[in-house]
């Protein structure tokens, strides 16, 4: 009887743990800068950003989004879709867009200041830098994300 009334009890407080607010979004930016640092001043990591071809740079940007998808899915959703798939779904997606595109704002701000990128000679590399060292630090975001 105890363990029914617990479960209800979870599926009511279950979509307020999922929404994504200020503090969240605070703790994305920390984690991506705690990744973007280290990653951002390796030189090999600039060369690979001039030589990755461009199709090579969308699957990475697809792979970024996948390994977001699923850490976000079973960290925050996994438990309560069935009880609201519509809240939740939407939840996830939120979280995960919003995860990598600061992510994907933090490397490039900190590329152009180090001044690696130069978003106005050489925007197509730059972009390939940024996407490239968006990928570590778009995890390191969501797991910073995970810390309460």
């Given at each position: 009887?105890?363990?029914?009334?617990?479960?209800?009890?979870?599926?009511?407080?279950?979509?307020?743990?999922?929404?994504?607010?200020?503090?969240?979004?605070?703790?994305?930016?920390?984690?991506?800068?705690?990744?973007?640092?280290?990653?951002?001043?390796?030189?090999?990591?600039?060369?690979?950003?001039?030589?990755?071809?461009?199709?090579?740079?969308?699957?990475?940007?697809?792979?970024?989004?996948?390994?977001?998808?699923?850490?976000?899915?079973?960290?925050?959703?996994?438990?309560?879709?069935?009880?609201?798939?519509?809240?939740?779904?939407?939840?996830?997606?939120?979280?995960?867009?919003?995860?990598?595109?600061?992510?994907?704002?933090?490397?490039?701000?900190?590329?152009?200041?180090?001044?690696?990128?130069?978003?106005?000679?050489?925007?197509?590399?730059?972009?390939?830098?940024?996407v490239l060292l968006t990928f570590?630090?778009?995890?390191?975001?969501?797991?910073?994300?995970?810390?309460?």
């Amino acid at each position: 009887m105890e363990k029914r009334g617990v479960e209800k009890l979870k599926r009511l407080i279950g979509p307020t743990v999922a929404q994504f607010d200020l503090h969240d979004l605070i703790q994305v930016i920390i984690g991506a800068g705690v990744v973007a640092v280290p990653t951002g001043f390796q030189a090999e990591a600039w060369r690979i950003g001039e030589v990755i071809p461009l199709l090579n740079t969308f699957i990475l940007m697809i792979m970024t989004f996948f390994f977001l998808s699923i850490f976000t899915y079973f960290r925050y959703h996994k438990e309560h879709l069935s009880a609201n798939p519509k809240y939740h779904i939407l939840e996830l997606t939120k979280r995960v867009v919003i995860t990598y595109v600061f992510s994907f704002i933090v490397v490039s701000i900190f590329l152009s200041v180090i001044q690696v990128n130069s978003w106005s000679l050489e925007a197509l590399i730059s972009f390939k830098r940024v996407v490239l060292l968006t990928f570590p630090a778009a995890i390191g975001a969501a797991v910073s994300d995970t810390i309460r």
